[in-house]
């Protein structure tokens, strides 16, 4: 018995729950017996470690969520931590509404936790990425979190759609305003994007009140997206899915050297540039030319 509860402990950074134990054949009286006998180390009530009390994060991890439940998920900083979004030494866990506080655990209580918002990381229930981030908008500051959200981007793990989406379930949440202001400079470009771009910018020239431009013109040799002939400024949309390639990045600027060396003068844009302040630039720009 004991060679399959270290088997068990060993698949789980070396934690067991009594449950667990009870499951494998061990009765009440043998764990009691094993914890007198130091081959059990109570970490919470019905949690243990096997053999040792050498943990890893994880382990503790781990420990916290056997402790509230069934249905219990790291969560919060905890589940940022667990995903490299953030830094933390806090162990947080959401868990039904019954559940009674634990030593040295942080419980956020639940009523109902969407089949969406749960996920395993290394072995341990954990929320969503999703899921973490609209809980983490509830405990970091927009700075922290802004810091979050670029790791996400950085790992591959970012889906801003999927956030919004999780905010939709949960309205209430305190920080859904600073995600919703974190998330506005990630939001995805649309479909086709110079075409939404130039109906946006021409929309943008009309609110602002400046000469509409030409759109897909030849300018010394090559086509740009928007030209204002009688500045001889040029404008171009990079999007995330075309310019971020090696390739893209060098021949843009070899691209913006022929065109200066004609005098004409290259502003490069993204989808969330296309607001109030570019207009300004775009205004006084115009005015020198």
């Known amino acids: 018995m004991w060679t399959g509860i270290a088997r068990s402990a060993g698949r789980q950074h070396g934690v067991i729950s009594r449950a667990q134990l009870m499951a494998l054949g061990a009765a009440k009286d043998a764990i ?27 382990s503790r991890y781990l420990a916290a969520v056997y402790a509230c439940g069934p249905d219990a998920l790291l969560s919060h900083r905890a589940a940022g931590a667990l995903q490299d979004l953030v830094s933390s030494t806090v162990i947080e866990v959401t868990a039904s509404r019954g559940c009674k506080p634990k030593p040295g655990i942080t419980i956020h209580r639940s009523r109902l936790i969407h089949p969406d918002d749960r996920a395993q990381v290394d072995g341990i229930p954990t929320t969503s990425v999703a899921r973490t981030f609209v809980d983490l908008a509830d405990v970091l500051n927009e700075r922290q979190l ?4 670029r790791q996400a981007e950085l790992l591959k793990l970012l889906d801003v759609r999927a956030i919004d989406t999780t905010l939709d379930r949960l309205p209430g949440r305190a920080g859904r305003h600073r995600l919703k202001r974190v998330l506005a400079a990630y939001e995805p470009e649309p479909h086709l994007l110079r075409s939404e771009a130039e109906r946006k910018l021409k929309r943008l020239c009309e609110q602002h009140r400046l000469p509409q431009p030409q759109f897909n013109v ?29 390739h893209a990045f060098h021949e843009d600027r070899r691209r913006d050297r022929a065109l200066a060396v004609e005098g004409v003068q290259t502003l490069r844009v993204t989808w969330p540039d296309l607001g109030g ?6 205004r006084k720009i115009l005015r020198r030319r």
């Open 146 to 149: 802004t810091t979050a959200v």
């Open 218 to 246: 030849q300018v010394a040799g090559y086509e740009v997206d928007v030209y204002w002939p009688e500045a001889k400024l040029a404008l171009e949309f990079d999007g995330a899915e075309t310019h971020l390639t090696r």
């Open 32 to 58: 009691r017996r094993w914890v007198a006998e130091e081959r059990l180390y109570r970490l919470h009530r019905g949690v243990y470690a096997v053999g040792h009390e050498a943990l890893t994060p994880k």
């Open 277 to 282: 302040v570019l207009a300004g630039h775009v």
